[in-house]
């Protein structure tokens, strides 16, 4: 049964890198014991074939490029089980080199040209909301939208 859950676990990790939790939680959904999810999730950590800090930053690595903001980004590490304090480290280390400003700004921009036969007032207020849709923080969509004037 043992040999059936870790062969279970990297069939999993065969797609893409898991966190500790969501690799408990696919083996508890196959109905696996909670002494069979423990030792497999236990050889998975010691192999290093699962690490959340590693996880944590690979995803939001990927994640970033999309772009999506902070926000998004820690609400998904949440969905995913991974613990606060590594969601807060590796977030800090992703905010040295992420300007969100600049990204907000370009991707407002580019929305707004694309919305040019709408009144501007509802052009900004649809990006506004497509904005925080992507996680980026309300003060510094309003900061961008403030700045750029809609083209008509």
Do not use: H
């Given at each position: 049964m043992?040999?059936?859950a870790?062969?279970?676990?990297?069939?999993?990790?065969?797609?893409?890198?898991?966190?500790?939790?969501e690799?408990?939680?696919?083996?508890k959904?196959?109905?696996?014991?909670?002494?069979?999810?423990?030792?497999t999730?236990?050889f998975?950590?010691d192999?290093?074939?699962?690490?959340d800090?590693?996880?944590a930053?690979?995803?939001i690595e990927?994640?970033?490029?999309?772009?999506?903001?902070?926000?998004?980004?820690?609400a998904e590490?949440s969905?995913?089980?991974?613990?606060?304090e590594?969601i807060?480290?590796?977030?800090?280390?992703i905010k040295?080199s992420?300007a969100?400003?600049d990204?907000v700004?370009?991707?407002?921009?580019?929305?707004?040209?694309k919305?040019?036969g709408?009144?501007?007032?509802k052009a900004?207020?649809r990006?506004?909301a497509?904005?925080?849709?992507?996680?980026?923080?309300?003060?510094?969509?309003?900061?961008?939208l403030?700045?750029?004037?809609?083209?008509?």
């Amino acid at each position: 049964m043992l040999q059936k859950a870790r062969g279970y676990a990297f069939l999993l990790l065969k797609f893409r890198q898991r966190s500790e939790n969501e690799i408990r939680q696919r083996l508890k959904k196959k109905k696996f014991n909670s002494e069979i999810i423990e030792s497999t999730v236990s050889f998975l950590k010691d192999k290093g074939f699962i690490d959340d800090n590693y996880f944590a930053k690979t995803w939001i690595e990927s994640r970033i490029k999309k772009p999506l903001g902070i926000r998004r980004l820690k609400a998904e590490l949440s969905i995913k089980g991974i613990n606060k304090e590594i969601i807060d480290t590796q977030i800090n280390e992703i905010k040295k080199s992420y300007a969100e400003e600049d990204i907000v700004g370009g991707i407002a921009r580019d929305r707004l040209n694309k919305l040019k036969g709408i009144d501007p007032q509802k052009a900004k207020q649809r990006v506004y909301a497509y904005l925080l849709r992507r996680g980026f923080s309300p003060q510094v969509v309003i900061g961008c939208l403030n700045q750029i004037q809609p083209v008509s």
